[in-house]
Nanobody
Framework: QVQLAESGGGLVQAGDSLRLSCAAS????????MAWFRQAPGKEREFVAG????????VHADSVKGRFTISRDNAKNSVYLQMNSLKPEDTAVYYC?????????????????WGQGTQVTVSS
């Protein structure tokens, strides 16, 4: 089992920045990649950004490219999401996810461990 704990969400104004953190514990040696997803009210969960654990290769959704950056700290078993120039449409619950299976980082179905989520609210 892998346990994931997110932190760093909150209420901010448009244009502000936030940094989300996700700490992994448990059987972390089985990890291939970690990612951030988000889910707004009434919408499906969507991919935000992903990173492979060994080489640090990253993928970002088009909607956040140039504003969000995913990174990792192997020593701390943690992944981060730096969010700049936040917009009201970024408002959602943000989830951290982990997978031990190689493949496309974007599909929700490729991840088998999920955190509880952290709320990000951006006011206009």
């Amino acid at each position: 089992q892998v346990q994931l704990a997110e932190s760093g969400g909150g209420l901010v104004q448009a244009g502000d920045s936030l940094r989300l953190s996700c700490a992994a514990s448990g059987r972390t040696f089985i990890r291939y990649a970690m990612a951030w997803f988000r889910q707004a009210p009434g919408k499906e969960r969507e991919f935000v950004a992903g990173i492979t654990w060994t080489y640090g290769s990253t993928v970002h959704a088009d909607s956040v490219k140039g504003r969000f950056t995913i990174s990792r700290d192997n020593a701390k078993n943690s992944v981060y999401l730096q969010m700049n120039s936040l917009k009201p449409e970024d408002t959602a619950v943000y989830y951290c996810a982990s997978t031990g299976v190689r493949g496309d980082l974007r599909p929700t179905a490729n991840y088998n461990y999920w955190g509880q989520g952290t709320q990000v609210t951006v006011s206009s």
